[in-house]
T-cell receptor, first 116, second 113 residues
Framework: AQTVTQSQPEMSVQEAETVTLSCTYD???????LFWYKQPPSRQMILVIR??????QNATENRFSVNFQKAAKSFSLKISDSQLGDTAMYFC?????????????FGQGTTLQVKP | NAGVTQTPKFRVLKTGQSMTLLCAQDMNHEYMYWYRQDPGMGLRLIHYSVGEGTTAKGEVPDGYNVSRLKKQNFLLGLESAAPSQTSVYFC????????????FGPGTRLLVL
C-alpha cells in the first residue's frame, strides 16, 4: 500500500521569502503521479502543481516549484516570494499511474502561515 | 460554470439518523469522488465513480453508500450516522483518472452527536 508523509504539521514564513514544504512517500510502483494541493481558509482545495514520476525535470508553476527525488521518494514544494494569499494548508498526494481510477492518497497536510 | 457544488454546507445529526449529501458538477466530468477530511489525517477516499451508473469503494467505505444515477450528480448516504462520521466531506470530479486535475467542492461539515 502507498503512504504519503508530511512531517511538518505547521510552518511559517515572512512575506517575500522562500519556504520549502517536505513530502515523502512509500511505494513499490515505478510510474506514478505526485501532486500538491492547497486548501486556503475557505476550504476549497486547489491544485498547485503536479509531477509525473518518469519525468526527471522538476515541475514549475510561476512561484511554485518542486524538488522531485525519485530514489529518495521525496517530493518537496518550494514557494518563492511568499505572499499573504499563500497562507493555507498544503497537501501532498500520490496516484498510481496504472490504476486509472483517479484515486489519490493524501498526506496529513502542512499548515503554512505567511507573515507580513 | 458553478464547477462542483455540495449540499448542504453544514449539518448536525443525532446518532442513528440518516442523511444524504449531494454533489453536483457542471463540467461533464466522468469521474467523481467523495473524500472525508479529519484533523491530522488529510483527505481519505470514501467512494468513487468512473462513470454514470458505476461506483466503487475507496479507502474508508464502511458506513457509507453512494449512487451515481445521473452523470452530473454523486450522492453520499449515511444510513445510520455515528459520532465517528463527524468530519468535513469533500466531493471532487475529474474528466478522467490519472493525470487529470480533480476539482473539489467547498465541503460539507457534518457533526454527529
Amino acid at each position: 500500500a502507498q503512504t504519503v508523509t508530511q512531517s511538518q504539521p505547521e510552518m511559517s514564513v515572512q512575506e517575500a521569502e522562500t519556504v520549502t514544504l517536505s513530502c515523502t512517500y512509500d511505494t513499490s510502483e515505478n510510474n506514478y503521479y505526485l501532486f500538491w494541493y492547497k486548501q486556503p481558509p475557505s476550504r476549497q482545495m486547489i491544485l498547485v502543481i503536479r509531477q509525473e514520476a518518469y519525468k526527471q525535470q522538476n515541475a514549475t508553476e510561476n512561484r511554485f516549484s518542486v524538488n522531485f527525488q525519485k530514489a529518495a521518494k521525496s517530493f518537496s514544494l518550494k514557494i518563492s516570494d511568499s505572499q499573504l494569499g499563500d497562507t493555507a494548508m498544503y497537501f501532498c498526494a500520490f496516484m498510481k499511474h496504472s490504476s486509472n481510477t483517479g484515486k489519490l492518497i493524501f498526506g496529513q497536510g502542512t499548515t503554512l502561515q505567511v507573515k507580513p | 460554470n458553478a464547477g462542483v457544488t455540495q449540499t448542504p454546507k453544514f449539518r448536525v445529526l443525532k446518532t442513528g439518523q440518516s442523511m444524504t449529501l449531494l454533489c453536483a458538477q457542471d463540467m461533464n466530468h466522468e469521474y467523481m469522488y467523495w473524500y472525508r477530511q479529519d484533523p491530522g489525517m488529510g483527505l481519505r477516499l470514501i467512494h468513487y465513480s468512473v462513470g454514470e451508473g458505476t461506483t466503487a469503494k475507496g479507502e474508508v467505505p464502511d458506513g457509507y453508500n453512494v449512487s451515481r444515477l445521473k452523470k452530473q450528480n454523486f450522492l453520499l448516504g449515511l444510513e445510520s450516522a455515528a459520532p465517528s462520521q463527524t468530519s468535513v466531506y469533500f466531493c471532487a470530479s475529474s474528466h478522467s483518472g490519472g493525470w487529470e486535475t480533480q476539482y473539489f467542492g467547498p465541503g460539507t461539515r457534518l457533526l454527529v452527536l
